[in-house]
């Protein structure tokens, strides 16, 4: 009976067994599913794929193979690895950003614990700026005093 | 006598392969050299050799080697993970992705509590993108977060989680 036909039968115009591979994975209420796969990897070849696997498994990769041809209709040049470089992109950004916000947390946990530590830092930086400062004035009036012998 | 024909350059893989004569406008010779069999042999499998010279010439000629590397590249992955291919891949960069977003929002409330400035928590111009899949295609009938939940071949993916040039061709 032509009605009870799965998509891939109907598409390749062949009588559906009770055994046809396709059957449980490519229904008739969806066409463009296997029209898709069909496009990218061939009718035979998937049945091959799906032959060489479980029953249980065969499921999982229908759909997977789906998902990839989608890709590749979308994106022909990449398919599914454009997305693969992209998240690994995404991935390496995010990391960098986690590196770098924990380095902040140390810093400023460091901080918060030895606030000793901190004073003294400031402290120092506070004498370097004076010491610079008195190193400046001396200049300023040996300049002052060279130039009233010139 | 018979005629010498002047002997043609070796065959690239696909030909060899195919045990057919390769042409000098052969479509898959640029891309199938004949020192790198096993990459053909794996794009055949998985492919057929009648779609993938349909899909190389629905580009253009500057994008078939990039197509072909891509294939190449998928082709190798559903070898590797007959169930999953190159979804595998994906769904694991996904949950990866997931995870660090996760660490990175927590780690944000943490520097937010030393800085004590508001702004501190996800406002920066690099904020990282909420939604890596914004792009995929959609009516794909299938989410992958469902391949996320059910995967039981992800041992073998992190062998895909790799720059693209890094995978050998042999």
Known sequence: MSSGRCAACRYLRRRCTGDCIFSPYFPSNNPQRFVSVHRIYGASNVSKLLQRLPPHLRAEAADSLYLEAQCRLQDPVYGSVGLIFQLQQQIHAAESQLVKTQAEIAVMKSQAQHPQARQAESDFSNLLLLQQFDNDANLSFSNQVSSGFN | ?170
């Open chain 2, 1 to 170: 006598m018979r005629s010498q024909e002047p002997r043609s350059t070796s065959s690239c893989a696909a030909c060899k392969l195919l045990k057919r004569r390769c042409t000098p406008n052969c479509i898959f010779a640029p891309y199938f050299r004949s020192d790198e069999p096993k990459k053909f042999a794996k794009v055949h499998k998985v492919f057929g050799a009648s779609n993938v010279s349909k899909i190389l010439i629905e580009v253009p000629e500057e994008q078939r080697e990039d197509k072909v590397n891509s294939l190449a590249y998928e082709a190798e992955a559903r070898l590797k993970d007959p169930v999953y291919g190159c979804i595998g891949a994906i769904a694991l960069l996904q949950r990866k992705m997931i995870q660090l977003q996760h660490d990175l929002t927590l780690a944000r409330v943490c520097l937010a509590r030393y800085t004590a400035t508001p702004s501190a928590i996800g406002g920066t111009n690099d904020q990282v993108m909420t939604e890596p899949f914004g792009d995929f295609p959609a009516g794909c009938g299938g989410s992958i977060e469902s391949f996320s939940q059910n995967i039981s071949y992800e041992l073998n993916q992190e062998a895909h989680v790799c720059c693209f040039s890094e995978i050998p061709y042999v």
